[in-house]
Structures are given as C-alpha cells and as structure tokens.
Nanobody
C-alpha cells in the first residue's frame, strides 16, 4: 500500500502562485508515475500533470502548460506542483495520485491523496 498526503493549498489572488506538495509513504518503490488531478465544484475530476519516476518526463493538460511545473524527489518520495499565473478557473480541490503502472493512465484503484483546496480569487 501507498499513502499520499498533500499540503500547500490555500487562497490566492489571480496572477499569484502556490506550491503544492505530496508526500508518499509505504511501498513507494513500487510507484511508477505520480501526478496531480483537480476537481472543481460540479465538474468531473480532471488530469493536471504527471511525472515519470524513471525518466522524469512531465506531462501537462493544455490549460496549465507554461504556468504549472511538476517535479519529484525520489529520494524524499515527494512530488510537487508549482502553480504560477493562477486564474479563477484553477479553483478546485487538487489531488495527488500515484500508480504502479507505466504511463499516465490513472485509475480509481490507484493511490489517491485526500485533496487540498486551491481557491483563486479574481
């Protein structure tokens, strides 16, 4: 089993920045890819970014490219999401995710954190 704990959410004005962090514990050596998803009120959960453990290749959804940066520290078993130029439409609960499968296809039975709220005011 893998446990994920997010931190770093909060309230920020449009144009501001926030950094989210996720700490993994448990069977962390089994993790292949870690990522971030978000869910806004009344909307489905959507993919934000992911990063491969072995290659450090990063993937982003189009709406955050150039504004968000995902990174990971395998030694510390953490993944971070640096968010800049935030917009009101970035407001959501952000979830950390980890999968033991190659690629960036996360499924419900993968590992998920409890979520952290990000609110961007206009």
């Amino acid at each position: 089993q893998v446990q994920l704990v997010e931190s770093g959410g909060g309230l920020v004005q449009a144009g501001g920045s926030l950094r989210l962090s996720c700490a993994a514990s448990g069977r962390t050596l089994s993790i292949y890819t870690m990522g971030w998803f978000r869910q806004a009120p009344g909307k489905e959960r959507e993919f934000v970014a992911a990063i491969s453990r072995s290659t450090d290749t990063a993937y982003y959804t189009d709406s955050v490219k150039g504004r968000f940066t995902i990174s990971r520290d395998n030694a510390k078993n953490t993944v971070s999401l640096q968010m800049s130029s935030l917009k009101p439409e970035d407001t959501a609960v952000y979830y950390c995710a980890a999968t033991v499968r190659p690629g960036i296809r996360f499924k419900d039975d993968d590992y998920w954190g409890q979520g952290t709220q990000v609110t961007v005011s206009s």
